[in-house]
Structure formats: C-alpha cells, structure tokens
C-alpha cells in the first residue's frame, strides 16, 4: 500500500505538467528515477491499489488519439450504465479543459509574437479564438474503453482523434467570425498539437 501511494504521489506531480498539454490526465502514473523515461509496466488502480490495470489507466498515450481522458466512476446502486456515463463524463470534462487550456496558450504565443509561421496575424483574431474556446463545447469525442474495478468501480478512456480533433477547429474558427484566413491558424494549430503529441510520446516510452 504504501509503495503504492508513493507512485500515486509521483504521478500528481507529473500530472501537473500533463494538463499544460493537449492531452487529458488519467488518474495514476508510475515513474522511475529522474533522469529516465516513465514506465508503465506497472499500472494499478487508484481505487484498488493492490490490482494491476491496463496501461491506458495511467494516461499511457493510446495510438491515434490526440486527446484523451480517464474518468472514474464509484460503485453506484444504479449500476454499470449510470456508473459508465458518469465516468465519460468526468473524461469529457478533462478534455475540454485541455483542448481549451492548448488553444489559449498558443494563441497568447501568437499574439505575443504577432506571427504564425512568419505570417502577420491578426491580433483581434487570435483573442477572439481564445475568447470562443472557453465556451465552446467539444463535439465527437467518444467512448474507446471502459474497465470494471476490484473495489466495484469503473474506469473510462474517452478520446478525440485527429479527425474529431481538426473538426472541432473548425467549428472554433467559424464560431470566432475569422476575418483573414482561418487556414493559416488551423494549420498552425493542428501542427503544434501533433509536435506535442510525437514529444510526450518519446518522453513517455520507456
């Protein structure tokens, strides 16, 4: 148990770094000493440490997906339907906040810089995507595993792929009434995310 906790603990202070990129945190990590790669040979459930759980548990990066979520869900006397929508849920949430809080970042870099790509940006564009994506609502995100728990219950990886990824831009650049070419940042977007995506990859591979 202890052993446990103490990787617990390690993970929340990665998790930390995790929720500034354009992935959502799960809930537990392990990590080796602090000049290697993290490993997830060994993944356990947070609300049953003593079990062994699928990797994707402790926000290993699942292939061909941009964002990801794990939402977790206590045993409920409602049972395993209710429990499985409250955890899509709790992950959904999670990758709005990280799809919103890389949207704001690279917008206030751009607007720093007053470029993307060397081009000239509009400023008043660029506040205005910042401003849109607080609001917007993330659309074809879906359900790409669920797993039951020893304690009763239940765990959830919701994920966006690049498709849904590049779709929901759209939608933030139409709804933030561009008035120069919202190609340039979608481009500039969607490339950012994939740099990230490949560097936490590579950092993440034990």
């Known amino acids: 148990m202890a052993a446990a906790n103490q990787v617990y603990g390690e993970f929340m202070k990665f998790n930390k770094l995790w929720l500034t990129l354009p992935f959502a945190a799960a809930l537990i990590a392990c990590q ?3 000049d290697t790669k993290l ?3 060994q ?3 947070p609300d049953s440490p003593a079990q062994e759980a699928p990797q994707w548990v402790c926000s290993a990066p699942v292939e061909g997906l941009v964002l990801q979520g794990v ?3 206590p045993r409920m006397g409602a049972g395993m339907s209710m429990m499985t929508d409250a955890a899509a849920m709790d992950a959904r949430s999670q990758i709005a906040n990280s799809f919103s809080s890389f949207i704001s970042s690279r917008m206030q870099l751009a607007i720093e810089e007053q470029t993307i790509d060397g081009q000239s940006i509009s400023i008043a564009n660029a506040e205005r995507i910042q401003r849109s994506v607080t609001s917007m609502q993330l659309q074809s995100t879906r359900i790409y595993q669920t797993v039951a728990t020893p304690a009763g219950g239940v765990y959830v990886l919701v994920g966006l792929n ?3 990824y590049q779709t929901n831009l759209e939608r933030l650049l139409e709804e933030s009434e561009m008035t120069d070419d919202p190609a340039l940042y979608q481009r500039f977007l969607m490339e950012e995310a994939n740099q990230e995506l490949d560097a936490l990859r590579e950092d993440l591979t034990p």
């Open 39 to 41: 490993s997830y040979d």
């Open 71 to 73: 939402g977790h869900s």
């Open 162 to 164: 690049e498709e849904g």
């Open 43 to 45: 993944c356990f459930f």
């Open 32 to 34: 080796s000493a602090p």
